[in-house]
């Protein structure tokens, strides 16, 4: 139980486009999903929280109109990465916990990798 | 604000040998979690153990165990019996306990590498 499906897995796009990552869980309601970036062997740095049905707590540093987050759902939460150029280029992981009380763990998807040429 | 500090970047052991990886974190939560995450190749991020800071008893999953001293604020992980598929990502996370889901502040990673 608790997974996490993220897509896709990997995307390549020219510098200006628009690209939208799906996270979704497919076996448990998800109230809170997370979106981290990271870098090459690095560790991963936490975007945004995502919350069902509300806007998304964006991290210090975060650009909230260039990484836009929408959770419409129980199950799903989107990542757009508007305008992206080639220093958006990373893998984006996102995670999903099963309940509001915060003792449950978080549960990871595959992660994307983006390339902005 | 809290941080997260592995000190070993990179670490070796052989098949069946064990290893422990150190994770140190600094907070001034009393109530918390603590987790080792473990990022493979394929890079998706697995929960390998968690541990609640109430619990003086160390968490077990099978060959996994910690070492979880709260005092040194010292968190880590002992790997028994390595196996070639525990080459991965290692991290160490924290997470303070609000009552609500609540964010990971992760460590910077140790790569291990399980040898023949």
Same mark, same amino acid.
């Given at each position: 139980?608790?997974?996490?499906?993220?897509?896709?897995?990997?995307?390549?796009?020219?510098?200006?486009?628009?690209?939208?990552?799906?996270?979704?869980?497919?076996?448990?309601?998800?109230?809170?999903?997370?979106?981290?970036?990271?870098?090459?062997?690095?560790?991963?740095?936490?975007?945004?929280?995502?919350?069902?049905?509300?806007?998304?707590?964006?991290?210090?540093?975060?650009?909230?109109?260039?990484?836009?987050?929408?959770?419409?759902?129980?199950?799903?939460?989107?990542?757009?990465?508007?305008?992206?150029?080639?220093?958006?280029?990373?893998?984006?992981?996102?995670?999903?916990?099963?309940?509001?009380?915060?003792?449950?763990?978080?549960?990871?998807?595959?992660?994307?990798?983006?390339?902005?040429? | 604000?809290?941080?997260?500090?592995?000190?070993?970047p990179e670490?070796?052991?052989?098949?069946?040998?064990?290893?422990?990886?150190?994770?140190?974190?600094?907070?001034?939560?009393?109530?918390?979690?603590?987790?080792?995450?473990? $990022?493979?190749?394929?890079?998706?991020?697995?929960? *390998?153990?968690? %541990?609640? #800071?109430? !619990?003086? $008893?160390?968490?077990?999953?099978?060959?996994?165990? *910690?070492?979880? %001293?709260? #005092?040194? !604020?010292?968190?880590?992980?002992?790997?028994?019996?390595?196996?070639?598929?525990?080459?991965?990502m290692?991290?160490?996370?924290?997470?303070?306990?609000?009552?609500?889901?609540?964010?990971?502040?992760?460590?910077?990673?140790t790569r291990l590498?399980?040898?023949?």
């Amino acid at each position: 139980g608790a997974v996490v499906s993220q897509h896709p897995s990997r995307v390549i796009c020219k510098s200006g486009t628009s690209v939208k990552i799906e996270c979704r869980s497919l076996d448990f309601q998800a109230t809170t999903m997370f979106w981290y970036r990271q870098f090459p062997k690095k560790s991963l740095m936490l975007m945004a929280t995502s919350n069902e049905g509300s806007k998304a707590t964006y991290e210090q540093g975060v650009e909230k109109d260039k990484f836009l987050i929408n959770h419409a759902s129980l199950t799903l939460s989107t990542l757009t990465v508007t305008s992206a150029h080639p220093e958006d280029s990373s893998f984006y992981i996102c995670s999903a916990t099963r309940d509001r009380d915060g003792n449950q763990p978080q549960h990871f998807g595959d992660g994307t990798r983006l390339s902005i040429l | 604000a809290q941080t997260v500090t592995q000190s070993q970047p990179e670490m070796s052991v052989q098949e069946a040998e064990t290893v422990t990886l150190s994770c140190t974190y600094d907070t001034s939560e009393s109530n918390y979690y603590l987790f080792w995450y473990k $990022q493979p190749p394929s890079r998706q991020m697995i929960l *390998v153990i968690r %541990q609640e #800071a109430y !619990k003086q $008893q160390n968490a077990t999953e099978n060959r996994f165990s *910690v070492n979880f %001293q709260k #005092a040194a !604020k010292s968190f880590s992980l002992k790997i028994s019996d390595s196996q070639l598929g525990d080459t991965a990502m290692y991290f160490c996370a924290f997470m303070k306990d609000t009552g609500t889901a609540s964010k990971l502040t992760f460590g910077t990673g140790t790569r291990l590498q399980v040898t023949l």
